[in-house]
């Protein structure tokens, strides 16, 4: 395994960058797990894995240079309400992406050569369903990405289901897994409630 691993800007506060490591029993390999307004770049042959709801996470590769990295956003940036910080910039989209690909090209990797590969967008809870977060994120993502000029090489977003994506920098490949067993489906619904809870509380009251 590579001992090289590019793990971002010491400039950027803790939090942002993914620091759940850990050693994946189905793909046989270290891993780092993104958690919801989170990202991580590598260059080392560490998977990068995330749970989806109606989040989005954007897998941008570089296969020249070697390397890869992965966001996990919450909310398209529409301008709404000012992020109060840099943690809470990070979930949303348009803060995110940039975010990703400034510290891609400070590994190394050059924005004309980038592949993307998008995960998300579902509708799993009823009451974000009604407020069409997920579709937001999918249609924000994909239109991001035109405006960029990066390829969109995979995607599978939008749908009813959950999702666990892997990402296996060292070779672009991404593998989707819908999540319907009860465990994986709870750990979804509980983080869109958080999500939900969220937006409630930074909705000014009429």
């Given at each position: 395994?590579?001992?090289?691993?590019?793990?971002?800007?010491?400039?950027?506060?803790?939090?942002?960058?993914?620091?759940?490591?850990?050693?994946?029993?189905?793909?046989?390999?270290?891993?780092?797990?993104?958690?919801?307004?989170?990202?991580?770049?590598?260059?080392?042959?560490?998977?990068?894995?995330?749970?989806l709801g109606s989040c989005v996470a954007a897998c941008l590769h570089d296969p020249y240079a070697g390397v890869a990295g992965m966001n996990h956003f919450m909310?398209p940036d529409d301008g709404e309400t000012a992020p109060r910080d840099h943690a809470d910039a990070m979930r949303y989209g348009a803060y995110a992406m940039d975010?990703?690909?400034?510290?891609?090209?400070?590994?190394?990797?050059?924005?004309?050569?980038?592949?993307?590969?998008?995960?998300?967008?579902?509708?799993?809870?009823?009451?974000?369903?009604?407020?069409?977060?997920?579709?937001?994120?999918?249609?924000?993502?994909?239109?991001?990405?035109?405006?960029?000029?990066?390829?969109?090489?995979?995607?599978?977003?939008?749908?009813?289901?959950?999702?666990?994506?892997?990402?296996?920098?060292?070779?672009?490949?991404?593998?989707?897994?819908?999540?319907?067993?009860?465990?994986?489906?709870?750990?979804?619904?509980?983080?869109?409630?958080?999500?939900?809870?969220?937006?409630?509380?930074?909705?000014?009251?009429?």
């Amino acid at each position: 395994m590579s001992s090289s691993n590019y793990v971002g800007s010491s400039a950027l506060p803790a939090g942002a960058m993914a620091s759940h490591h850990y050693f994946d029993r189905d793909i046989g390999c270290m891993a780092v797990k993104l958690l919801p307004s989170e990202y991580y770049v590598t260059a080392a042959d560490t998977a990068l894995t995330t749970v989806l709801g109606s989040c989005v996470a954007a897998c941008l590769h570089d296969p020249y240079a070697g390397v890869a990295g992965m966001n996990h956003f919450m909310l398209p940036d529409d301008g709404e309400t000012a992020p109060r910080d840099h943690a809470d910039a990070m979930r949303y989209g348009a803060y995110a992406m940039d975010v990703l690909i400034r510290e891609l090209q400070r590994a190394g990797a050059r924005r004309e050569r980038l592949q993307a590969k998008v995960f998300g967008g579902g509708a799993v809870l009823a009451s974000l369903t009604t407020l069409n977060i997920g579709e937001r994120n999918a249609d924000f993502v994909e239109q991001y990405l035109k405006e960029q000029g990066i390829a969109i090489a995979a995607q599978d977003l939008r749908g009813p289901h959950a999702r666990r994506v892997c990402f296996l920098p060292a070779t672009g490949k991404a593998v989707v897994r819908k999540l319907r067993a009860q465990a994986g489906v709870q750990q979804v619904q509980r983080e869109e409630q958080e999500l939900l809870r969220r937006l409630r509380t930074a909705t000014p009251a009429n």
